[in-house]
Structure formats: C-alpha cells, structure tokens
C-alpha cells in the first residue's frame, strides 16, 4: 500500500491542482492495511468549497491506498437527495462512510442503519449533535460557533466607532443559507452572540429580527423597541446564490444598514452579486455598508482584494478532505480515532497573501 506523505500537507500534484501552496500540520503517516472502500457523501457540487474538499478526498484517497466513491445531490437544500445517498452507501456495505450532512434530523434514521450494520461513520464540516450514540466516530469541523464570533469580533471592531456616533438605530445583516445544518447554523449563532456580546460591553442594546430559527436559538434575542443596533437575520427559500441575493438586496437597501454577514460561500457570493446592482458596499465604514463572509472563492477573493468586501473567515476543505480519508482508514485498521476540530481564520486584504492565510483560500 501506498503511504501517506504528511497528514494534512498538500501534495504537490494538489498544489498545481488547487492553485495554493501547503499548509503543515502535526506530522503523521496513514498506511491501509489493505485496499478499503469507502463511500463519502458531500453537502453539494454547488460551489468550489466541495470541489475543493473532493479534490483532497480523492488525491488522499490514491496516496493512502484506499478506493473511495464520492458522491453528494446538487444543492444543500437537496435534502431527501442526500439522504437516498447515504442509504445507498450503506446498502453497498462499505469499509466506513464519510458524511457532511445537509441537515442533522435527516440522517438519524440512516445513521442508525449504519450502526446496525457495523459501518463506521464519520461526519465532517458538519456534525450529527443527536446522532444515535456510537454510530458516529469522528467528527471533523470547524469550530463554526467560534468561527462565526471571529467575523463578529473583526465587523465590530471595524464599526463600533460609527456605531458610537449613531443618532438612531443601526441594522447589522446577516445572510445564511439555510438553518438546518450544524455548521451554518452555528456560524450565524456565533455571529450573533459574539456581536451582541461587544455590542452590550459598550453600553448598547441589541434586538434580533428575521428568521426565526436564529431569533429563538440566539443567545439573547433582546427588544427592539428598545435596541439602538438590529441585527436582522435572513434565510433564503432555497440555497441558491441568486435567492441569498434577493435576501440581501432586501437588507442592504435598508437606509440604516451599516454591516452584513454571509455565513457561507453560497451566502457571502449572494451579498456581492446584490451589490452588483446597489454598489453600497466598501472598506471605508464612513461612506459605505461593511460586509464580511465566509469561505473563499475566486468571486470572494477579488472582491476582498479589491475593497468591495471588508474580509471573511476561511476554513480549509481540502484539509477537511485529506482528514476524513485518513480517520476512516484508521478505523478500517481497528485504530482508535477522536473528534478532530479544524480552524477558522481571517482574512482581508492586508493578510490574504500571508504565508498563513494564502494556503487556505481555495478558488
């Protein structure tokens, strides 16, 4: 069998594939004891994001030695797709399956199958909180709560001064895709929370509005006949970039906006293409509305280079890719694995092209 080179470092055939250069984490080798198969199921084919973990998923999967089928349904909001996927994974009987579920209820009933079954599952970008207990392995994700506070922290700061000087209320946009998977999900809640928190340490009063889901599930929803800053949350019909551009064109065209958040690549492509038409959006918070994203993008990194978006916090899916082909192949060997968390980080335009950051901001 073929040995993995460095977990978590791209390969060089990746590096010409991907357009980055590679990222170094703990050193480590997977080896397969023999040729495992296992079948990996995505959120979509919809953005670069999941090209880019495919694209990790499918290089590891030739240098640890494995056979891998990677599927997914077109769009995140394709749930019944995803879910005859997963159960026709698990009718092939293979050695594990890896699974970013579209959203977490869904899959309970297959994930039970599994385990019946004794096939090991490992979740990853998203995690399964009421998955039966033992069916799920592993867990690789990004923090996203603390991710979603990390845009928070960097908006706010950015704002906080013209929200000082504000004579009335002031509307903070918020953009998600969708609110049923993990990770999403908690990226806004984070946003929200870690927003309100800075916001009140200042001596203001926040109300949340909109979706329902984020106003019951925040931290602390407050009053808005009271609040001086709304933070106004939408969730679109469908996960489409053009219907999250209606979403915030709906936002930005309110005259006390001042900030918008996209909470995922389909969500922050959706604020940009909105701009097209209303060229609110810039760098300088004085003369116009500051939106921070989330994931990268050739559409997201243009638009941070060139000043139209404040920045974004990125993760790293090849990363998420390469993790998930290495755990199921440990488990296949009888190796004990845990709940792996990956990173958010922050960029902008003075940090994109840092040694740091430049690896991570797929195309």
């Not at 996203?144 to 000087?165: F, P, Q």
Request: charged share 20%; proline share 2%; hydrophobic share 45%.
């Amino acid at each position: 069998m073929k040995k993995k080179l460095l977990a978590l470092v791209v390969s060089a055939s990746m590096i010409a594939a991907m357009g980055c250069v590679g990222f170094a984490e703990e050193e480590a080798e997977v080896t397969a004891n023999e040729e495992y198969t296992f079948e990996i199921i995505v959120k979509s084919y919809q953005s670069s994001y999941w090209q880019a973990a495919v694209q990790g998923i499918n290089s590891e999967a030739e240098a640890v030695g494995v056979k891998v089928n990677a599927t997914g349904p077109n769009a995140e909001s394709d749930i019944a797709d995803q879910v005859n996927m997963l159960n026709n994974a698990i009718n092939n009987n293979p050695d594990g399956i890896g699974l970013a579920a579209c959203d977490q209820e869904a899959v309970l009933e297959a994930l039970a199958l599994a385990q019946e079954k004794g096939i090991p599952v490992v979740c990853f970008d998203s995690g399964v909180a009421n998955a039966p207990e033992g069916s799920v392995y592993s867990t690789i994700a990004t923090d996203n709560y603390a991710a979603g506070a990390t845009a928070a922290e960097n908006l706010y700061a950015a704002l906080k001064d013209k929200i000082a000087a504000a004579d009335g209320v002031v509307r903070i946009g918020e953009v998600n895709q969708e609110a049923t998977s993990e990770s999403i999900t908690s990226r806004g809640l984070g946003f929200i929370d870690k927003f309100t928190e800075l916001a009140a340490a200042d001596g203001h009063t926040v109300a949340v509005t909109g979706n329902e889901y984020y106003v019951n599930n925040c931290a602390d929803a407050g009053d808005e006949a009271s609040a001086n800053i709304i933070i106004d949350v939408a969730v679109p019909a469908q996960t489409t970039v053009e219907l999250c551009a209606t979403e915030a064109s709906n936002i930005l065209n309110k005259a006390d906006t001042i900030g918008i958040f996209g909470s995922n690549q389909v969500a922050a492509e959706g604020i940009l293409t909105a701009n097209g038409n209303l060229g609110v959006l810039g760098s300088d918070p004085e003369t116009s509305i500051l939106a921070a994203g989330f994931d990268a993008g050739s559409t997201i990194k243009a638009a941070i280079a060139d000043g139209t978006m404040f920045g974004a916090v990125t993760q790293s899916p090849l990363a998420m890719g390469i993790k998930t082909v290495d755990v199921l192949t440990q488990i296949a060997n009888g190796e004990e694995v845990t709940d792996l968390p990956t990173d958010g980080y922050w960029y902008d335009s003075t940090n994109m092209d840092s040694d740091e950051i430049a690896p991570n901001l797929y195309d």
